[in-house]
């Protein structure tokens, strides 16, 4: 797993990811491999993933052969690319969308947060999308991100930037799916 965070401040939104993989046990970090990346860019849209290693070919893949450019500006744009996205998982990437057998949907195996100039948004594996006004945080170290960004959210002198890596250390200080170095997109609203 990972750990992707996306935060937005004044006129700042970012998101980051860590850059490790992981195998079981077996840690593959950034300096080798070069295909490390967690943060794919559609147009003006940064999209970052937590799932499987797989999931960032995939997406890549899937967006590169579409006619028509998907939306990402509302909740309700995002939704319907993550409805196409999932039956393009199943019929074209084979996907297994089991899951826990007591859930009532497919899941689509991965996580996402998604930023651009209008807004901070998240796609959960039900693909269920929220659009968030300060702060979040995907992956396996997220409760030690989330936590560490809201203990500095509101102190004026740190930017959005400055949030999102106090997230990302406290993922790769506390959890062994998370580490360094990190990766940081960083979006100038007007």
Same mark, same amino acid.
């Given at each position: ?11 700042q ?5 860590d ?24 147009? @003006?849209t940064?999209?970052?993933?937590c ?10 893949n899937?967006?590169t ?17 993550a409805?196409k ?11 297994r ?26 796609? @959960?594996?039900?693909?269920?999308v929220e659009?968030? &006004? ?7 170290g ?8 809201? &203990? ?8 959005a ?8 250390? &406290?993922? &790769?200080?506390?959890?062994d ?8 997109f960083k979006i100038f609203?007007?």
């Amino acid at each position: 797993m990972s750990t992707i965070v996306v935060v937005r401040k004044e006129n700042q939104i970012v998101i980051g990811a860590d850059t490790l993989t992981v195998y079981g046990s077996t840690k593959i970090k950034s300096q080798m491999v070069k295909n490390f990346s967690k943060i794919i860019k559609l147009n @003006d849209t940064y999209i970052a993933t937590c799932g499987n290693a797989v999931t960032n070919q995939v997406l890549k893949n899937y967006f590169t052969k579409l006619e028509e450019k998907p939306k990402f500006k509302s909740i309700e744009d995002i939704f319907g690319v993550a409805n196409k996205l999932h039956k393009a998982l199943k019929d074209e990437y084979f996907i297994r969308p089991e899951g826990d057998q007591e859930d009532d949907y497919e899941t689509s195996q991965f996580e996402c947060l998604i930023a651009n100039a209008s807004g901070i948004f998240g796609i @959960d594996s039900y693909r269920y999308v929220e659009e968030y &006004a300060k702060f979040y945080s995907y992956g396996s170290g997220f409760r030690y991100a989330l936590g560490a960004m809201h &203990a500095v959210y509101d102190q004026d002198h740190l930017t959005a930037e400055d949030i999102a890596k106090i997230g990302l250390e &406290a993922a &790769a200080d506390f959890d062994d799916s998370t580490d360094k170095p990190f990766e940081i997109f960083k979006i100038f609203l007007k």
